[in-house]
């Protein structure tokens, strides 16, 4: 091995859409990988989480020590953190979150004595006409410039890649509307960028004297319309030509609206790439190709692609798992802070002619495609009264079919812990007033048969949320039997005894 891939490499952001993907790119190259996020247990589980060469720190960019601290013993950095994230209680302001953070790096990077740092921003003409995220990209990168750190700065449009939330808007849009009434950016000119093409460009320009104290700008092959890029969509989706209405009334708030009811992407997501839209990202210079030769991927096929992954649980990261996971500390039930409050909860067992590992497969397939085993309608109409009052929505989506691990996204649930065969709990991400949590536990009872428990608590937020909570307990009462029936139909196992009552958590105070 090298005695340069012996030194760590430091990925900010390694938990993200991007970073995810670039971390096991990293480990494969045979380089030593410091992946830093702000929640490490969202990389515990990751494929690569066993590899000698990768190494979890948990880091908050906001956080000048814990960011010294990451940066100390490494060579080179990766930057792609960014502050516009799904996090339903971020404030809008990610500007002077992005400006802080970066200065915070540059501090950090001098002081580790870094080499290099390589940074993913975004393209766009720095004018008055500039959406606030593309600005925000921009100032980042002139930040990160002012170190005495080479710093390579690659500039790209939109990513093409099954999980990346420019993506999802594009395949939501076309594959929900056959007529689309749009605004007037459908006609801007765009130059998008495979995540493959993305990937080589980053890792190329690590230790590449060509690219120290350089910005590219980068995109694929193709210069085209957002309209034309949806009919390119439908063609290799297998649907029907799109009918594009361009309208002048939507305005890009108008249009972060229209693109959070009718797709998973929140608002906080929608907003400022919806503003971004109506500027033409479009490469200025090509001099990257020449630097870091690759074949770039075309968007038909970098759709294509996205398609083939798309639902097959290979994609390993995804926009809506990104950002960062707050466990509520109500749910530990260790914190006085909460000891005299009031947390609600219901609670049904069912005792099964069948093991706790026959049983969990179906646990740990809830929600998606599978749906929640009972009532799906009324689900579907929860995510949809959701999505009217600003909430993310019953998004029918998980990352895999299959697998569940920590910070996964379930419909509009959060998974905030699981542990194979015996427990998984969700914290609900709709709009309430309070907080919920959705819990399965599962027990042996002998060497054949099993327990399996079904808890909701909740945590009200003043008088509505009692209200709340007490206006709906005789619905969530038959609600959750039917579940844990519906669970044990789809497991095959004969119930032995239950829906019954299940006793209450000792360790909080419940009511």
Same mark, same amino acid.
């Given at each position: 091995?090298?005695?340069?891939?012996?030194?760590?490499?430091?990925?900010?952001?390694?938990?993200?859409?991007?970073?995810?993907?670039?971390?096991?790119? /990293?480990?494969?190259?045979?380089?030593?990988?410091?992946?830093?996020?702000?929640?490490?247990?969202?990389?515990?589980?990751?494929?690569?989480?066993?590899?000698?060469?990768?190494?979890?720190?948990?880091?908050?960019?906001?956080?000048?020590?814990?960011?010294?601290?990451?940066?100390?013993?490494?060579?080179?950095?990766?930057?792609?953190?960014?502050?516009?994230?799904?996090?339903?209680?971020?404030?809008?302001?990610?500007?002077?979150?992005?400006?802080?953070?970066?200065?915070?790096?540059?501090?950090?990077?001098?002081?580790?004595?870094?080499?290099?740092?390589?940074?993913?921003?975004?393209?766009?003409?720095?004018?008055?006409?500039?959406?606030? !995220?593309?600005?925000?990209?921009?100032?980042?990168?002139?930040?990160?410039?002012?170190?005495?750190?080479?710093?390579?700065?690659?500039?790209?449009?939109?990513?093409?890649?099954?999980?990346?939330?420019?993506?999802?808007?594009?395949?939501?849009?076309?594959?929900?509307?056959?007529?689309?009434?749009?605004?007037?950016?459908? !006609?801007?000119?765009?130059?998008?960028?495979?995540?493959?093409?993305?990937?080589?460009?980053?890792?190329?320009?690590?230790?590449?004297?060509?690219?120290?104290?350089?910005?590219?700008?980068?995109?694929?092959?193709?210069?085209?319309?957002?309209?034309?890029?949806?009919?390119?969509?439908?063609?290799?989706?297998?649907?029907?030509?799109?009918?594009?209405?361009?309208?002048?009334?939507?305005?890009?708030?108008?249009?972060?609206?229209?693109? !959070? /009811?009718?797709?998973?992407?929140?608002?906080?997501?929608?907003?400022?790439?919806?503003?971004?839209?109506?500027?033409?990202?479009?490469?200025?210079?090509?001099?990257?190709?020449?630097?870091?030769?690759?074949?770039?991927?075309?968007?038909?096929?970098?759709?294509?692609?996205?398609?083939?992954?798309?639902?097959?649980?290979?994609?390993?990261?995804? @926009?809506?798992?990104?950002?960062?996971?707050?466990?509520?500390? @109500?749910?530990?039930?260790?914190?006085?802070?909460?000891?005299?409050?009031?947390?609600?909860?219901?609670?049904?067992?069912?005792?099964?002619?069948?093991?706790?590992?026959?049983?969990?497969?179906?646990?740990?397939?809830?929600?998606?495609?599978?749906?929640?085993?009972?009532?799906?309608?009324?689900?579907?109409?929860?995510?949809?009264?959701?999505?009217?009052?600003?909430?993310?929505?019953?998004?029918?989506?998980?990352?895999?079919?299959?697998?569940?691990?920590?910070?996964?996204?379930?419909?509009? @649930?959060?998974?905030?812990?699981?542990?194979?065969?015996?427990?998984?709990?969700?914290?609900?991400?709709?709009?309430?007033?309070?907080?919920?949590?959705?819990?399965?536990?599962?027990?042996?009872?002998?060497?054949?048969?099993?327990?399996?428990?079904?808890?909701?608590?909740?945590?009200?937020?003043? /008088?509505?949320?009692?209200?709340?909570?007490?206006?709906?307990?005789?619905? !969530?009462?038959?609600?959750?039997?039917?579940?844990?029936?519906?669970?044990?139909?789809?497991?095959?196992?004969?119930?032995?005894?239950?829906?019954?009552?299940?006793?209450?958590?000792?360790?909080?105070?419940?009511?």
């Amino acid at each position: 091995m090298d005695q340069a891939q012996t030194q760590k490499l430091l990925v900010l952001g390694a938990s993200g859409y991007v970073g995810g993907r670039l971390v096991p790119l /990293l480990l494969e190259k045979g380089f030593q990988v410091r992946a830093a996020a702000r929640n490490t247990d969202k990389l515990s589980c990751r494929d690569y989480a066993s590899h000698p060469g990768f190494e979890p720190f948990r880091v908050d960019v906001m956080d000048q020590d814990s960011l010294d601290k990451a940066c100390q013993g490494c060579r080179a950095a990766f930057y792609l953190v960014h502050s516009m994230g799904p996090d339903k209680d971020k404030k809008s302001d990610f500007e002077s979150r992005d400006r802080q953070a970066a200065r915070n790096m540059v501090t950090a990077s001098e002081k580790a004595g870094l080499k290099q740092i390589i940074y993913l921003g975004g393209l766009g003409e720095d004018d008055e006409d500039l959406s606030h !995220h593309l600005k925000s990209r921009l100032e980042v990168g002139r930040i990160l410039q002012e170190s005495s750190v080479p710093l390579t700065f690659l500039k790209a449009a939109m990513i093409l890649g099954s999980g990346s939330a420019s993506f999802e808007i594009m395949r939501y849009l076309v594959e929900r509307l056959p007529v689309m009434i749009t605004p007037t950016w459908v !006609h801007t000119d765009c130059q998008p960028i495979a995540i493959t093409n993305v990937l080589g460009y980053l890792a190329g320009s690590l230790d590449n004297p060509d690219a120290m104290g350089k910005s590219f700008d980068i995109g694929g092959p193709d210069i085209l319309s957002y309209a034309k890029l949806f009919q390119i969509y439908a063609r290799e989706a297998g649907l029907a030509p799109r009918l594009i209405v361009p309208v002048p009334v939507l305005s890009p708030t108008l249009s972060s609206y229209w693109i !959070h /009811l009718v797709t998973p992407v929140p608002a906080s997501i929608a907003a400022p790439l919806a503003q971004g839209l109506k500027n033409t990202v479009v490469c200025r210079e090509n001099t990257i190709r020449e630097v870091i030769p690759q074949e770039l991927v075309s968007c038909r096929e970098a759709i294509k692609r996205a398609l083939e992954h798309s639902g097959r649980d290979r994609d390993s990261t995804c @926009w809506r798992d990104a950002g960062e996971v707050s466990v509520p500390e @109500w749910t530990t039930c260790s914190d006085s802070r909460y000891a005299g409050g009031s947390i609600y909860e219901i609670a049904y067992q069912v005792h099964l002619g069948t093991p706790p590992e026959k049983v969990w497969p179906v646990i740990e397939g809830i929600g998606g495609e599978n749906g929640w085993y009972y009532a799906n309608a009324l689900w579907r109409l929860r995510g949809l009264a959701d999505k009217i009052m600003g909430g993310s929505g019953y998004r029918k989506g998980r990352r895999s079919r299959e697998e569940l691990r920590f910070g996964d996204t379930v419909d509009f @649930w959060k998974v905030i812990q699981v542990q194979k065969n015996e427990h998984l709990k969700l914290l609900a991400e709709m709009k309430m007033p309070g907080e919920a949590t959705l819990e399965f536990e599962l027990q042996p009872e002998g060497t054949s048969q099993s327990i399996l428990v079904q808890r909701t608590r909740f945590y009200p937020r003043g /008088l509505p949320g009692i209200a709340y909570w007490k206006s709906l307990v005789p619905f !969530h009462n038959q609600l959750f039997k039917g579940m844990l029936r519906g669970i044990s139909r789809k497991t095959g196992a004969r119930i032995i005894k239950g829906p019954i009552r299940a006793g209450k958590k000792d360790s909080c105070r419940i009511q």
